[in-house]
């Protein structure tokens, strides 16, 4: 992670090594399925586009995030207070100024994104500024400054991009299918494997092994953001008061608004779904888990310097 003030993570940084390295291994495992499946020429078409789109959700990552949420940048003369908290909180931290931006949606939500600490954004939306406190503001602002300084945005855009290529792949299998695809042999007659079916059931390994490795990933580092920021302000009481706040308000929330905001779910500090859906594949622990471990680092930062339990 970059050198700041935050609490550095141990499990976060194994954890994205690992992800990273596992995606990049299926990655090369699907590239040499196509290469073996495929007439020969294929296969670098296919490595190309996919190191393509990894390049390309790396770079343009906050770029298309902001677009996505039809969100501005702001300057310091449009939004003061949320540039003042953001300016305060980046002393604390000892980084880097992130631009700032802010999203005209009744979703409560933020997010953070981009390639590096020095080319990051982080966002809001014009319906979590209308329902925090500044004390909760702030620890949601220290949550998303967490993201940018371990890096884990950066991990997370890029490794999306063994699922986006395996669904592609899964895509171009089923048109293949459906004008009758190929064999894998043509002079086996009927007896071989049709390729269309052949990429179509790895391509769905892939994708699957993508989805879970991601949100596993996805749920560890939003505990850690909860722990550094909580931590940096000194205030894991307001973090967890604001959580509570924007799941009660997500939940009257329409369908169709939440929808349109679905593929940012994994960047969100809450995801923008209503209560009661299950924890397999979440992008985010359960705000349960969320609020225990910011009680138990309340009750540490009210014990005594001695250590001797609070009066």
Known sequence: MARTRFASDTGLTLRMTSVMFLLGGIFVALVVVVMLVLPVGYAPIIGIIGIGI??????FSDTVAMKAMRAREVTPEEAPELHGVIDRLCAMADMPK????????????????????????????????????????????????SHVAHRD???????????????????????????????RNSNDNNSGVPVW?????????VYAVSF???????????????????????KPRALATALQKIAGHMNGIPDQDLRTVDSMNAFFISPAIKAGFGQLTSTHPSLEQRLEQLAKIQAELGRPVDGSPAP
């Open 197 to 205: 079916l052949v990429i179509l059931v790895v391509s769905l390994v």
């Open 54 to 59: 990894a390049w390309g959700q790396w770079y």
């Open 153 to 183: 945005v950066t991990v997370m855009t890029i490794a999306s991009t063994a699922g986006i290529v395996a669904g592609m792949l899964t895509r171009g299998a089923q048109y293949g299918a459906m004008f009758g695809g190929g064999r």
């Open 98 to 145: 992130p631009r700032v931006g802010i999203a005209d949606l009744s979703i409560p939500n933020a997010f953070a994104t981009g390639r590096s600490p020095e080319r990051s954004v982080v966002c809001v939306t014009t319906g979590i500024l209308g329902i925090l406190t500044a004390d909760e503001m702030e620890a949601v602002l220290a949550h998303e400054l």
């Open 212 to 234: 879970f490795l991601t949100r596993l990933l996805s749920r560890y580092r939003e505990l850690c953001a909860d722990r550094s920021g909580a931590y940096l302000t000194m």
